[in-house]
Each structure stands twice: as C-alpha cells, then as structure tokens.
C-alpha cells in the first residue's frame, strides 16, 4: 500500500502559478506512475497528466504547454506546476499511485483545492 498527501493548493489570480505536491509513504521507484486528476463542482474527475517512475510524462490537452510534473526521487515527492491558470482550472486536485509493482491498484491521496479567480 502507499498513503499520499497532497499540498499546495489555494487562490491564485487568472494567469498566475501554483505548484502542488504529492508526497509518497514510500518510494516512487516502487509505484509504476503517479497521475494528476481534478474535479470540478458537478463534473467527473478528469485526467490532468501522469509520470512514471522512468520519468516520463504525460499530459491532458488542455493543460499541455502550462502544466508540468516533475519529481523529487530523494523525497518521493511528485510536483504539479500549473502556470498560466485559467478560471477553469479550478478544481479539486488529486494525486494517484498507479499501480506497485505488478498490481494494477490505484491509491488516492485527499486532494487539494485550487481557485483561479478572473
């Protein structure tokens, strides 16, 4: 199993940055990819983009060229910088181990609000 806990999150203006992280309970070598999701008022949660433990990454549509995932390997953190936020990207953000090891089980952390306001 793996506990996640993000942070970061908050109010920003429209056109303004905010990173947020996703701290791992063991290491991120260990979990096959950490994905970024959001969930906005009455909407399903939504794919934002995804990095494996080779590094690669991965990104929805509407946030390619704003959003970038990196991680800290020594922390077993991954972060989500957002730039360039929209008053649509406000959203509850979460963060999900993706399977460890063979296993195909997914592991939430609590989540994270973000408030872009215009």
């Known amino acids: 199993q793996v506990q996640l806990v993000e942070s970061g999150g908050g109010l920003v203006q429209a056109g303004g940055s905010l990173r947020l992280s996703c701290a791992a309970s063991?290491?991120?070598?260990?979990?096959?990819?950490i994905g970024w999701y959001r969930q906005a008022p009455g909407k399903q949660r939504m794919w934002v983009g995804s990095?494996?433990?080779?590094?690669?990454?991965d990104y929805a549509d509407s946030v390619k060229g704003r959003f970038t995932i990196s991680s800290d390997n020594a922390k077993n953190t991954v972060f989500l910088t957002m730039d360039s936020l929209k008053p649509e990207d406000t959203a509850v953000y979460y963060c999900?181990?993706?399977?460890?090891?063979?296993?195909?089980?997914?592991?939430w952390g609590q989540g994270t609000q973000v408030t872009v306001s215009s």
């Open positions: 063991r290491s991120i070598f260990s979990i096959n990819a």
């Open positions: 990095i494996t433990k080779r590094g690669s990454t």
């Open positions: 999900a181990a993706l399977g460890l090891g063979s296993t195909s089980d997914v592991y």
